[in-house]
């Protein structure tokens, strides 16, 4: 008997087990019956709260406050990626000092809050107004807005350190070799084989650090800088009426879900080739 003749012959797909309504699957429902409902009502309540003098009046406002952000975070972003770049490398770096010192930045910046190194960097210079004015730093740090900058630069810097150093380091080895053998210099090596391999592991990490830099950067209203919630307090403070925080809440989603989506086409474009 020839070893076809001995296969086991093909077997139908098992049945699937019925639906069973389990005490876990009860609360689940109901619990998602009650948000679902929740968000009927809350649609309902601001579709009767509706004012058209409002919305003509703080709209504009809004829109104001929601490039404030976009422009803090982007800048703040975009700064702390270059700064990220030697903090990365030091960490990395066969000098302890070097090491040591990249080491502290990432340890202090990301293991206290980000409130916290705001109001350190606006309120703890203005403390030394008279030493920064001999240097001539005070133009600067006097403007809330190039504080909150400063702030979210150098906490953002050391976030995506960290992602950097793990994304290079999760290159094998047999790259850096293989870069060698075909003769080329360290920096091409970092630059052509490296870099491109660890952005792509990296890729996921930095939108998740621009989503939570976008939510963070709603602490900046408490420093007078007129963002998108620097907008929506100064409306709640002259209507008093709550459903300008709802709205707030609403662009914070559209934004934090448009760059989720958008993120997400980029990865899938990115990453097509280790598609199987």
Known sequence: ???????????????????????????????LSLWVLAGIALALWLVDAWDIEKVTTYGPKFLSGLGTTLTLVGISITLGAFLSVPIALGR???NRVLSWISYGYVYFFRGTPL??????????FGTFRDQL??????????????????????????????????AIESVTRGQHEGAAALGLTPFQTFHRI?????????????????????????????????????????AYSRTFDFQT???????YL???????????????RLTRHLKR
């Open 194 to 234: 490296i870099l491109p391999q660890a952005m792509i592991v990296a890729l996921r990490p930095y939108g998740n650090e621009i989503i939570l830099m976008i939510k963070g950067s709603a602490i900046v209203a408490i420093v007078t800088v007129f963002d998108l919630m620097g907008e929506t307090r100064r």
């Open 245 to 251: 925080y709802i709205w707030a809440a609403v662009f």
């Open 1 to 31: 008997m020839s070893a076809v003749e001995t296969l086991i012959a093909p077997q139908p797909a098992p049945p699937r087990e019925p639906f069973r309504w389990t005490p876990l699957r009860i609360l689940g429902a109901t619990l």
């Open 133 to 166: 004015e001999a240097v001539g730093l005070w133009v600067f740090f006097r403007d809330a807005w190039n504080c909150a900058l400063f702030a979210f630069t150098l906490n953002t810097a050391a976030y995506q350190a960290e992602i950097l150093r793990g």
């Open 115 to 124: 409130i916290a190194q705001l109001f350190l960097i606006y309120y703890g």
């Open 92 to 94: 990395m770096s066969s």
């Open 254 to 268: 559209v934004i934090v879900e448009t760059l989720r989506n958008i993120w997400e086409k980029l990865e899938q």
